[in-house]
């Protein structure tokens, strides 16, 4: 008992010397039964960990660890009809248990629906995630809905990182661990407020570690395929040779209607003058005719 009780004083007065020790235990040592610890050593004649014989593993061997792969695949179709194919796409997402996570429809000129017997060619984006296992089955599925036009495929191996992740995850549940013993253990407030602290620390990263380690996971359990929709657009052909005539209607109602509006344009851009002239000549031709009238009674007088 105090042995222990001076192990847990030397350790947590310093609390970065408790993780230092508690880093080196749970890498290099292993208990060996009696309270002591010894150091790994590997048997004559044998490899450890799957490395050369005598030396432990090197770093990146993954061992047993299956391939962790997370997939991303386009796909631009040629269809018949994009609301049929969009439903088809739907069902044979759900027959593989998979998800549509993100889905568009719309016509060229904007996201508005259709009116029955309009012609508007229609478009549309599908999203969804299906399992892994269930991945080249889906697409073969789908490519059997049209016209494949265009595709591309990115994979990203995340076997390393996920190895890596969860060796760190196990080091600090094991730190957990001992630091957990260390608390039950301790002999006053400091010593226990300590441990604490550094508890709280270590579960954070255990927390944000275990998150990164589930979502790689989830990434490559799920592969994500976006398929596009097209189609074909109608062909509009002339019945028979043209004469002429609509080009002619089109072309005389363009020539009137520049020529009206380059007269608009000359009798705004002269106004200040003929409105002048006018001003002036209302009132000469008054007098003018003044006048007349007078010469005109002089002479029936005469």
């Not at 792969?69 to 439903?87: M, Q, S, W, Y």
């Not at 400091?190 to 570690?209: D, F, N, P």
């Not at 363009?254 to 000549?281: H, K, N, Q, Y």
């Amino acid at each position: 008992m105090v042995r222990d009780n001076i192990l847990i004083r030397a350790l947590v007065v310093p609390v970065v010397a408790v993780v230092a020790l508690l880093g080196g235990c749970s890498s290099s040592v292993e208990s060996a039964g009696d309270g002591s610890y010894a150091e790994h050593e590997p048997a004559p004649g044998k490899p450890m960990d799957g490395g050369q014989e005598g030396y432990p593993a090197e770093d990146g061997d993954t061992g047993e660890q299956e391939p962790m792969v997370i997939r991303t695949k386009t796909l631009r179709l040629e269809v018949a009809g994009t609301e049929d194919a969009v439903e088809e796409i739907r069902e044979l997402t759900r027959s593989v248990s998979g998800t549509v996570s993100d889905m568009q429809v719309a016509t060229d000129d904007g996201w508005v629906h259709r009116r029955d017997g309009d012609g508007e060619a229609m478009r549309g984006w599908v999203t969804v995630r299906v399992p892994s296992e269930s991945y080249e089955d889906f697409l073969d599925s789908v490519l059997g809905l049209g016209t494949l036009e265009y595709q591309s495929e990115a994979t990203e191996d995340v076997t390393q990182q996920h190895v890596d992740l969860s060796a760190r995850l196990e080091n600090l549940r094991a730190q957990e661990a001992r630091l957990r013993e260390f608390f039950d253990a301790a002999q006053n407030v400091e010593e226990m407020l300590a441990i604490e602290k550094e508890l709280g620390r270590v579960r954070g990263e255990i927390e944000s570690l275990d998150a990164q380690v589930t979502y790689l996971e989830r990434q490559a359990a799920m592969a994500t395929v976006t398929v596009e929709l097209t189609e074909p657009r109608a062909v509009v052909t002339p019945q028979g040779p043209s004469w002429g005539f609509v080009e002619a209607v089109t072309n005389g109602f363009r020539g009137a209607a520049e020529l009206l509006t380059g007269a608009l344009t000359v009798a705004i851009a002269t106004s200040p003058l003929w409105l002048t002239g006018l001003v002036l000549f209302l009132p000469i031709r008054a007098m003018v005719r003044r006048r007349r009238a007078r010469a005109a009674a002089g002479a029936e007088e005469g």
